[in-house]
């Protein structure tokens, strides 16, 4: 086996910390790789900007998790059947009727409400920050932000939001460790039967909220049943805590281990925008595409991925591809058209339904971080040295911990 193949499967400490070097041996190598990760299945891994392009927009790469239903439950085990009827793992025409579903009611209006509302919650958690000492800003603030906004935008407040935050750290703590597995059931059924009852009171009383956009669904489409509902709720908490999590935790590490953008960024906040696309192409927080399978036999630059094969795009691979980017290991802020071409949040039919409220959240976080804290900087041992996620392949990109001195005069 090629050996950049050997670490990318076996997620060695060196790549999980700075996979690129590997990512480059690839493309130039080996850049439709085929692979056998942890789960058995053969895999084959997509590093070149093109050729990523080219396999997402592709009908003849499916997504449907009916295809590969073994290897969800060894993901996702019994929350198999609550995502069974969800936009992420699905083809047309379930896709289609579901997302158009989750789009109408994904308006621009919607995201653009919720400024206030992610601007109070990100403020209050940095007031809770300690400046006298060391913080870690992934638990502090990077962790609980995406899921409060997510319930916001569900109309879940309140004490019921405190519940929902509680079950759901359960469920993302106790997943991938079968010792905590009674937790884990105890804290799906609490989720399950609380987003049905929400579900339940939002038919009684509509709102002109998000989750009532969704219930009273276009006319011209089949209702979501209250499966799809609930299913619905699930795949927005899973698509977009931990993703939007790590990406502000990867945007802060590149901000403070690049001071002369650091700079920049402070001296016209107008490249903030810009800046953000930059980073999410130079660290990306979904690392690799979710599992796609070949519907037939689907030949790409001369190779034949067999039809059944798992297909896994790289996107923080094909964001560093110098064919598409010059010189794309150096982070530079005034790149510009970034927006449309990197890959960060997928692309095609199941480009990231919540691109919009992530950079809102981005855009907001950043901001205040930077107006309060101008002065922050890393609390590591050196500035190359992050705690990077551990994980098996594929993987999410980002920091397990990231402490930092917000006013280090302090
Ligand atoms: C899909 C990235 C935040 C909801 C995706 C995909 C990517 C992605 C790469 C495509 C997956 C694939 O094709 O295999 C990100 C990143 C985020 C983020 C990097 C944060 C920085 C969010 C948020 C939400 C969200 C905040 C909603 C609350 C979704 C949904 C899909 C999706 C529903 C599935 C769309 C479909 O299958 O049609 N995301 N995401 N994401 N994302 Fe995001």
């Known amino acids: ?88 793992f699905a083809d047309p025409p379930r896709h289609t009727r579901l997302r158009h579903i989750a789009k109408t009611a994904f308006t621009p209006r919607h995201i653009h409400a919720l400024r206030p509302h992610i601007e109070e919650l990100a403020h209050g958690l940095l007031d809770r920050c300690p400046t006298d000492r060391p913080v870690d800003l992934m638990q502090a603030f990077a962790l609980p932000l995406p899921v409060m906004v997510i319930c916001e935008l569900l109309g879940i407040v309140g004490q019921e939001r405190t519940e929902v935050l509680k079950w759901f750290a359960v469920v993302t703590r106790s997943r991938f460790n079968k010792d905590l597995k009674g937790d884990l059931e105890e804290a799906e059924i609490w989720l399950r039967d609380y987003f049905a009852r929400h579900i339940h009171r939002t038919r009684q009383q509509p709102t002109d909220d998000f989750l009532t956009m969704l219930v009273e669904t276009p006319h011209e489409e089949e209702p979501l049943t209250d499966d799809e509902l609930v299913s619905m709720i699930w795949v927005l908490l899973f698509a977009g805590h931990k993703t939007t999590t790590l990406q502000i935790g990867n945007c802060v590490f590149s901000l403070l281990t690049h001071p002369d953008q650091l700079r920049a960024v402070q001296e016209n906040r107008e490249l903030l925008p810009q800046a953000i696309e930059e980073m999410q192409r130079f660290e990306g927080s979904v690392e690799t595409s979710t599992f796609r399978y070949a519907l037939e036999d689907v030949e790409i630059g001369g190779t034949v991925i067999p039809k059944g094969a798992v297909v896994q795009i790289a996107l923080n ?94």
Request: glycine share 8%; proline share 9%.
């Open 317 to 410: 691979s094909a964001n560093r591809d110098p064919e598409k980017f010059p010189d794309p290991d150096t982070l530079d802020f005034t790149r510009e058209g970034l927006q449309s071409s990197h890959l960060g949040f997928g692309y095609g039919a199941h480009y990231c339904l919540g691109a919009p409220l992530a950079r809102l959240e981005l855009e907001i976080c950043l901001t205040a971080l930077l107006d309060r804290f101008p002065d922050m900087v890393l609390a590591m041992p050196t500035p190359a040295e992050g705690d990077w996620l551990k994980g098996p392949f594929p993987a999410f990109r980002g920091l397990e911990r990231l402490p930092v001195a917000l006013d280090p005069s302090r």
């Open 1 to 88: 086996m090629h050996e950049a193949v050997a670490a990318a499967t076996k997620s060695t400490p060196e790549y999980r910390q700075c996979p690129y070097p590997v990512y480059r041996t690839l493309r130039e190598q080996a850049p439709i790789a085929r692979l056998t990760p942890g789960h058995g299945v053969d895999t084959y891994l997509i590093t070149r900007y093109e050729d990523a392009h080219a396999i997402l927009a592709d009908p003849r790469i499916g997504k449907d998790m009916h295809e590969g239903i073994d290897l969800y439950h060894a993901l996702f085990g019994d929350l198999c059947e609550a995502l069974d009827d969800n936009l992420l």
